[in-house]
């Protein structure tokens, strides 16, 4: 199968192993192709323009054993985002946490005499990094808790 890629001056044909059909929703011509387009934005469970799919979107839309299935799905897909974000929180804690760590080592190290370009070796950081760090004026905190604005 062939991909059609239009670059500004010319066309490019490409073998993908897939014949892919691009369609303007927006376009209303009449054509069995536009009746199936403004069928895919409505989804609408009482159009049955469209047979076999009608049947199926009322049946998942409108029947109680239809019904269960999407609430399966939609609940899978709850799951699934529930679990990639607590991944991504962790993951940003851990960065957070090592971050801390690191500027609280550089902070420690400057006050004993230490110099930029030492500490960011030690710590493996840039030295523009903790330059920064110990630029800016933090006040120790009293818990481990972040505070909120």
Same mark, same amino acid.
């Given at each position: 199968?062939?991909?059609?890629?239009?670059?500004?001056?010319?066309?490019?044909?490409?073998?993908?192993?897939?014949?892919?059909?691009?369609?303007?929703?927006?376009?209303?011509?009449?054509? &069995?192709?536009?009746?199936?387009?403004?069928? @895919?934005?409505t989804?609408?469970?009482?159009?049955?323009?469209?047979?076999?799919?009608?049947?199926?979107?009322? @049946?998942? #839309?409108?029947?109680?054993?239809?019904? #269960?299935? %999407?609430?399966?799905?939609?609940?899978?897909?709850?799951?699934?985002?529930?679990?990639?974000g607590?991944?991504?929180?962790? &993951?940003?804690?851990? /960065?957070?946490?090592?971050?801390?760590?690191?500027?609280?080592?550089? /902070?420690? %190290?400057?006050?004993?005499?230490?110099?930029?370009?030492?500490i960011?070796?030690?710590?493996?950081?840039?030295?523009?990094?903790?330059r920064?760090?110990? &630029?800016?004026?933090?006040?120790? #905190?009293?818990?481990?808790?972040l505070?909120?604005?």
């Amino acid at each position: 199968m062939e991909k059609i890629q239009e670059d500004t001056a010319r066309l490019s044909v490409r073998d993908i192993g897939l014949h892919v059909i691009y369609v303007n929703a927006e376009v209303d011509d009449g054509s &069995e192709t536009a009746a199936l387009m403004r069928y @895919f934005k409505t989804s609408d469970p009482d159009d049955n323009s469209q047979g076999a799919l009608s049947e199926r979107v009322h @049946f998942l #839309k409108c029947e109680e054993e239809g019904i #269960k299935i %999407m609430c399966g799905i939609t609940e899978e897909i709850y799951e699934i985002g529930k679990k990639e974000g607590r991944e991504e929180g962790r &993951e940003e804690g851990l /960065r957070l946490g090592r971050t801390e760590e690191a500027q609280k080592a550089a /902070r420690n %190290m400057a006050a004993r005499g230490t110099a930029a370009e030492v500490i960011a070796e030690i710590i493996e950081e840039s030295v523009e990094t903790v330059r920064q760090w110990l &630029e800016k004026k933090t006040e120790p #905190k009293e818990s481990g808790l972040l505070s909120l604005p």
